[in-house]
């Protein structure tokens, strides 16, 4: 603790002034943690003084909070083409603040480009510093630094400039990092998560199963219609999220790991045709799940008046096209990736041709051309239309007025747990 609030006070972190009655005062606390080496052994003790972040009010206290982090392959990148002098550098910072990550981001990289260093153009964690033959590559994790180069005098230089201007500790040749274990051979470097998972394995007690020759069986294929449904799917959740970051170093297991969470992207779309007696305008429902999970839903008003009930359904179709087509945007920026094209459920048999049969050009000539884009979507097979029962129809509940019993069906689909409650009337 002595020497974290030596170090806070020597990097000037704050200041001592009168408290005012028109601010909001963040508190702060301190949090202890363990360090342990790849091997489990206790490496150090830390001590962090926190600041207690959830006290700040968005808009006073901060704006901008998110702060880039190194993409994975990123990091094999640069661990390929490291050189045996390359080293670990911590630095030390108050945390806790919302904006701590961003603020410590901007000050940091601001002073390496002072440095001569360039930030990559494909990843803003990764910087280069290119001075005649010299070459040294900076990778940046929240406060874990990883400096390697093909002149070792030039990276002692950087590691003593960054030293007086930041408190850092040298941690020496990269032996440890994110979970990520380095080992130096003859050839070059070996990385592993072999802590990782031996711990992972002894918390969800599986250290003795046995081993098996490869990742996932052949047969009998998996399937997701079994009755068999976990009583409890959080532990098996929780060891596949885990599972997915072991695929960092062994892409033999990716296919296996992917196949046991896949990601099904699944939308229901409806519309009550003419349903406001004012003006005639249909309303649209729609409502998307990822796996089982619902994670957008929408109840709107059409801008525009429908001639026809399919011209109400197809426009709510295509609402969810465009929803669809933005959340797996969304799911490739995330690294995650759809199995298959996303689906759609619709109650209206015309809706559904129009969108595959191009031989109803007379009767759609009413039907705006922005919205034929769900046409060209399931022609290249970016998107999957399949007719469902009204009855069976879940986006009805955004679409009208709903007697208690089919409101209460419905719901209990939705997975909304509301039963405790009940609603008043004035």
């Known amino acids: 603790m002595a020497s974290e609030f030596d170090a806070l006070q020597r990097q000037h972190t704050w200041s001592l002034v009168p408290p005012c009655s028109d601010q909001n005062l963040v508190g702060c606390r301190w949090v202890y943690k363990i360090k342990r080496n790849a091997d489990g052994s206790v490496a150090r003790y830390k001590a962090r003084l926190v600041a207690k972040g959830f006290h700040q009010k968005a808009g006073v206290d901060f704006d901008e909070t998110f702060s880039p982090v190194v993409k994975p392959p990123t990091v094999r990148i640069i661990l390929s083409l490291a050189h045996p002098s390359q080293v670990c550098k911590l630095h030390k910072s108050l945390y806790g603040l919302k904006q701590a990550p961003r603020a410590w981001f901007e000050r940091f990289t601001s002073h390496l480009l002072t440095l001569g260093f360039t930030a990559s153009l494909a990843d803003a964690s990764l910087f280069v510093l290119h001075h005649g033959s010299t070459t040294v590559y900076l990778l ?29 500790k040298d941690l020496g040749l990269l ?99 003419a349903g406001d007696p004012s003006d005639r305008r249909s309303t649209s429902g729609i409502i998307v799940f990822l796996g089982h999970n619902p994670i957008t839903w ?52 015309s809706a559904l041709a129009l969108a595959s049969n191009p031989v109803f050009h007379g009767r759609t000539k009413h039907i705006e051309v922005d919205y034929h884009f769900v046409r060209e979507k399931v022609v290249r097979d970016d998107l999957l239309l399949q007719f469902i029962s009204t009855h069976d129809q879940l986006a009805d509940i955004f679409t009208k007025a709903l007697p208690s019993t089919r409101f209460l069906q419905l719901c209990s689909k939705l997975m909304v747990c509301s039963t405790d409650h009940q609603f008043e009337g004035g």
């Open 298 to 349: 929408l109840a709107k008003k059409q801008h525009t008046v429908s001639r026809s009930s399919t011209k109400a359904e197809y426009r709510s179709l295509a609402t969810g096209a465009a929803e669809l087509a933005w959340i797996r945007q969304v799911l490739c920026d995330l690294k995650l990736f759809l199995p298959s094209a996303p689906l759609i459920w619709c109650d209206n048999t």
């Open 140 to 168: 940046l994790y929240v406060d874990d630094i990883i400096i390697t180069g093909n002149n070792s005098t030039a990276i002692s230089d950087i590691v003593s400039q960054l030293s007086a201007v930041f408190e850092l």
């Open 175 to 273: 032996r440890y990092f994110l979970g990520l274990q380095i080992d130096y051979k003859k050839v070059g470097l070996f990385v592993h998560q072999h802590k990782y998972v031996s711990d992972l394995l002894h918390k969800f007690q599986m250290s003795d199963c046995k081993t098996a020759p490869t990742p996932i069986a052949t047969t009998p294929p998996l399937s997701t219609d079994h009755d068999d449904a976990l009583s409890d799917p959080t532990p098996f959740r929780s060891l596949v999220g885990a599972l997915q970051y072991a695929t960092f170093t062994r892409p033999d297991i990716a296919f296996a790991v992917n196949r046991v969470c896949p990601l099904a992207l699944t939308a229901f779309t409806d519309a009550d045709w």
